[in-house]
Structures are given as structure tokens and as C-alpha cells.
């Protein structure tokens, strides 16, 4: 449902003496959005008009190199592009890969064969059928580009080819669980890209989306015109994505009317002057924040004082006072929301002072021994704040914590070098639910993002298990067996999965649910009033 910006109330905190530590600049900026940011659901809902045809709608993206959405390395453009060109398959709000250009889809016993079969009524936009030679084509122009931001779909891919028009054989080289989130790039037609080899023809680009290119006026913008395609016709006429400079750039442009949409997530709040009026579409993400520590120290190796962080961790403290509710909170890696999240199978810490005491006590370590540092990068605000409080909590256990924020280059090599006890931090794990690069031994860093230096044999295995799965069922077993163990292991402690918010002005109705993946899903319910 599309709506005002919300600012929820804070909840009370359970219990006393671990406060909110907002700075003066951010309560008054807090306030201040509370005061705009009101909505009254019921009003929302009888003031809207009826969905009606027309107008333009106005977005910004980066100068493009290309418009071959498979060759162009540009995440703005991109954007752009998935209103031109259909995938194959699309994440949707649970995170689960369904068929889109894919009417159906089989997969071998074995898991090393896929065989997918195409819609009958999916068009070029000059009226010819997609085939399967198309995708084809596709997965060869990716093979070609490894720069390509959808590289990841040759992951043990052996090989590829057309039983017919409408039937797509994929060969992988070994079982792999998570490979149908590779197979949800866009599809370009062979009959128009492979007959010209001019350069000029990457700039004009033909596609089977809901919008066709009309033009690009070199560094100013481009526009694109309403099509149809198997989804339907938009209500919106036509689509212009005006070339700006950087991020700033573009919340400048939206704040003054020049653009219609934008992506923000919290952080970006304080730079906004105005936002009155504005509505706003809450958006899962891949955005993982959490307290890390380094198992290199002997003391983190105790499962008891790991238990007592957990249980002293203000989660939800976070999540609501700092995060501003933009956020769900999260004790593992995988988002709640998503269809692989098994929230309700896992281990769960309260937040509670006295028991995360006892677990200190249990620990057999005398708070001389519980003294660490903290560190944080100092250029992210809910970050330092997020360390402040958690400190606080944790010096009321027993233990000695004290926050170090660092400049994020200094910060970052602090945690390649592993000269560190304790960090908060985050990541944006990939649209591919493989945590091997976050939990698995040989993952620690310089191989990939395991800061902590966690090494176990048990996980290693559950990893294993879910990469080399077969179907959907048993991938998903596996990925609730990693949870559970995450949980009861705590190799970090999740705090959150940040959201991110789709802001559109007062005259634009986002229907529809939009995804991480494409903000832009259902744009073809979206219509522009008055």
C-alpha cells in the first residue's frame, strides 16, 4: 500500500537504564519529520483517486555507456533498462524466484539439468515471439561480458542451448541450490542485436518491456513511451530519466520537484529540507547490519559470553529509535520477510540485562578480561549510535566496552588485519542467498567478508549441503539448518535488515509492491494524478 512517509513512536524500552543516545542535531531532525510525516490511513485511502491514463513520470539515472542491459555495468542505467527489457525470471517480495518471460520450469533429478519452457504470449516490441534461441543469445552476450552485473549467471553453468522455440536446456557442471536466482536477467532479442555490429546500435535499444526507448538526447535525458506486453499497458504515458551527476545530485533533484521517484534508505533522511507531501513504499532489502567479534580472542570463544552479548543487544531499541522502524530486526543473515527465513524454528534472546548477567558469571571471566573496543566506521551515523548504545548495555553486565570510531579506511583495515575485539558493521548480501562468503571458514577476510575469523566444521558442512542442493525443498531445509545453527552458535549477532524506501511526490500512486531487486515491479499499476 502506498503511503505517507511514517515515523513511528518510539516503544518503551524494557528495561531502564540503557537510553536512547540520539545527538541534539538528529532528535530535532527526528522531531521535525515526525511533525511533516503524519498519515491518517483512512483518509489516505478515500482520497484517492481512481487509476487513470496520462502523464509523465520523472526518475534520474547516470550517463550510460550503453543500453544493452547486458553489457552495461551501471546500477541507475540499469534501473532504467528493466522498463525496456523483460527477465527471464524475477525476485519477488519474498525474496522467491518466480517465472516471468519463464512460463514453467523442471529440473533433473540430479539437479545438473533445467529445462525451462518460455511463455507462448511473450512479443518483441516489433511483434516478434521471444524464442528460446533468444535467451540463448542472451546467456552468450553474458558469457562474453564478464564485467556484466549479471556474471553470477555462469556460476557452474556447463551449457546451453534450444530444444525448440519455446523449450531452454541448462546444464550446471554440479548440483547447485540457489541457481535459479541466476537465471533473473533480462532476455534481448538475436534478431536485432546480432544482424549490426554498429556501436550506435547499443544506444538504441529494443526490448519486450512495458516501455520502449524513444530517444536519448546526450547528457540530458532519455525518454521512453508506453507499450504492452503480457503484464498489460501502464496508465503512465511516458517515462523521462534525467542524467544527473551523483546520489546528492539526486536527492536535490527530487526535493525540488525535478524527479518523481527515489530510492533512499534512513541514512539519507538528514538531507532532505522538505519532504511534505511526500509518499513512501517500504522495500525489503539485502542490507544486513550486526555485532561482530573476533574469535581470534580466546574470550569470544566461550559460548556464554557470546550469550550474554546477545541477550544485553538492543535490538529493538535500534530498530526503532535509530532506524526509525525502516527496519526488521534479524538474529541471522537471512531478511525475515523472505520465503527462506525459518524465524520461527530459531533460538531466541530476549533482551534482558539480568539473564545476559548470569551468562557473564557463567563465563568464568572477570570483567578485566571483559574489556574490549568497540570500533565503527565514524562517517555512518546510525552506526555510532548503534555502538554507543550497545556499549552502554554491555558495560552494565560487567563488562568494560569502549567505542572507537575510526575514518572507514582505517576501519576497514582493522578488520582485514584482524586488529580488532569487537566491530559493528554491515552488509548488502547478495540477491543470491549463498552465505558461504559470510560464514564459512575459509571465507575469513582477504577470501571474502568473515571479519570474525569463525571457524566450523559444522557450518562448512550445512553450507556445502545448501549449495549443492537439489530443488527448491531441499535448498530451503538446508538454509533453515544453517539458521538454527547460527542461531545457537552466534558466530556474530544480528541486530537488523535495513529498508529501503521508494519516496514518490504527492501526484504519483505506486501501486503494487516493489522489490529490492526492481523498485520499478509493478509500474504498470502506477498512475499520476491531477
Known sequence: MVKKIIIFCLLPFVLAGCENNLNNEQKSQKSALEQILKIDDEQETKDKPSPQNGGTLKMSMRIPKTLNPLINDDVTVDRALKLIFEPLF??????????????????????????????QDALWQDGERITAEDVVYSLDTIKANPTSFYSRTMTNLESFRALDSSTLVIRYSGAYGACMYNLCFPVIPKHYYSKKTDEDLNMKPMGSGLYKFESYDT???????????????????????????????????????????????????????NLENAKSVRVNTNSFEFLGYNFNNPVFQNINVRKA????????????????????????????????????????????????????????????????????????????????????????????????????????????????????GG???????????????????????????????????LLGQACEAVGEEEYKKYMCEIQKYCADQLPFIGILFKDSIVLTNKNVYAEGSPTSDNSLTDIQKWFISG
Do not use: H
Open 427 to 461: 552488509v548488502k548480501l547478495s540477491s543470491t542467498p549463498d552465505l558461504r562468503c559470510l560464514l564459512a571458514s575459509y571465507s575469513t577476510s582477504g577470501a571474502g567478508i568473515n571479519y570474525t575469523n569463525y571457524s566450523d566444521e559444522n557450518m562448512d558442512l
Open 219 to 273: 547528457v540530458k535525458k532519455m525518454t521512453l513511451t508506453k507499450s504492452s506486453n503480457f503484464k498489460g499497458t501502464p496508465y503512465i504515458d511516458s517515462v523521462e530519466f534525467i542524467i544527473t551527476d551523483n546520489d546528492e545530485t539526486d536527492l536535490y533533484a527530487f526535493e525540488q520537484e525535478v524527479t518523481d521517484v527515489i530510492t533512499v534508505d534512513v541514512s539519507q533522511w538528514g538531507k532532505f529540507n
Open 309 to 424: 552479548i546477545a541477550c544485553a543487544l538492543p535490538s529493538s531499541e535500534i530498530t526503532e529509535s535509530i532506524y526509525l522502524s525502516n527496519a526488521v530486526q534479524s538474529l541471522v543473515p537471512v531478511n525475515p520477510n523472505s520465503w527462506l527465513s525459518c524465524k520461527d524454528e530459531l533460538t531466541f534472546y530476549e533482551y534482558n540485562l539480568q539473564n545476559a548477567a548470569q551468562f557473564v558469571a557463567q563465563s568464568g571471566f572477570s570483567s578485566d578480561a571483559l574489556a574490549f573496543g568497540l570500533i565503527v566506521n565514524e562517517d555512518n551515523n546510525e552506526r555510532c549510535e548503534s555502538a554507543n548504545l550497545i556499549a552502554n548495555c554491555l558495560n552494565q553486565i560487567g563488562m568494560k566496552v569502549t567505542v572507537i570510531k575510526m575514518p572507514f579506511d582505517e576501519y576497514k583495515k582493522a578488520l582485514d588485519e584482524n586488529s580488532f575485539d569487537m566491530f559493528v
Open 90 to 119: 524475477y525476485i519477488d517480495t519474498n525474496s522467491k524466484v518466480v517465472p516471468n518471460i519463464a512460463q514453467s520450469y523442471s529440473l533433473s533429478s540430479d539437479g545438473l539439468e533445467l529445462t525451462v519452457n518460455l511463455r
